[in-house]
């Protein structure tokens, strides 16, 4: 049977453990496979937080001001972030520039089918249609053509604070037959 539950009160402090501190300085580097053979056991692979205190290339700025502000050289195209939230507030939406009538699929304009599909548009901000999404759909012979459509649509931006933002944009794409 199990022995009484061990006391609250009445507990010893946890033993002290020293760690050694490595003697080798871990190199900062992107680690690369290596066959077994080759592994050096001494070498250490530095953590987060020695690689983020290794600031990389410093070039001096040369000013004569002595500022001691590093400038870090790079190669990297910053490129415009993902999606909007779902939500962007904006003092003017956008607009409609070229509008794109989807394609009827044949199959069912045969079958005498209606229906409506309601896509989510990421309109970036020069007003390209940057990503396409079916929010609801009545039958999903209809959606292809809708993203194809709506993907060849172009907008104003939308605007706040007098600069162009990207946004969501929702918008029906209905499939009705001329009946006559």
Same mark, same amino acid.
């Given at each position: 049977?199990l #022995? *009484?539950? *061990? ?35 001494? $070498?250490?692979?530095?953590? $987060? %937080?020695?690689?983020?205190?290794d600031?990389? *290339? !410093? @070039? &001096?700025?040369?000013? =004569? =001001? ?8 790079s ?5 415009? &972030? #993902? *999606?909007p ?6 003092e003017?939406? +956008?607009? !409609? ?7 009827? +699929? ?9 229906? %409506?599909?309601f896509?989510?548009?990421w !309109? ?10 079916? /929010? ?7 959606? $292809? ?6 993907? $060849? ?6 605007? /706040? ?5 990207s946004?969501? @944009?929702?918008?029906?794409?209905k ?6």
């Amino acid at each position: 049977s199990l #022995g *009484p539950p *061990p006391s609250i009160t009445n507990t010893s402090a946890a033993p002290a453990i020293s760690v050694a501190a490595p003697t080798v300085k871990p190199s900062v580097g992107i680690p690369v496979p290596v066959p077994d053979a080759e592994i050096n056991p001494e $070498q250490t692979i530095a953590t $987060q %937080t020695e690689m983020a205190a290794d600031v990389g *290339p !410093v @070039v &001096d700025a040369g000013d =004569g =001001g002595g500022g001691g502000v590093p400038v870090i050289e790079s190669d990297i195209k910053i490129e415009e &972030d #993902g *999606p909007p939230p779902d939500f962007v507030a904006f003092e003017k939406a +956008p607009e !409609v520039v070229k509008s794109v009538t989807p394609k009827y +699929p044949e199959l069912a304009r045969r079958a005498g089918m209606e229906g %409506t599909v309601f896509v989510r548009v990421w !309109v970036d901000k020069e007003g390209k249609v940057r990503k396409v999404e079916i /929010q609801k759909s009545d039958a999903e012979i209809f959606n $292809q053509p809708a993203i194809e459509a709506a993907e $060849q649509m172009v907008f104003t931006p939308a605007v /706040q604070g007098g600069s162009p933002v990207s946004v969501w @944009v929702a918008m029906p794409f209905k499939f009705k037959l001329n009946t006559k």
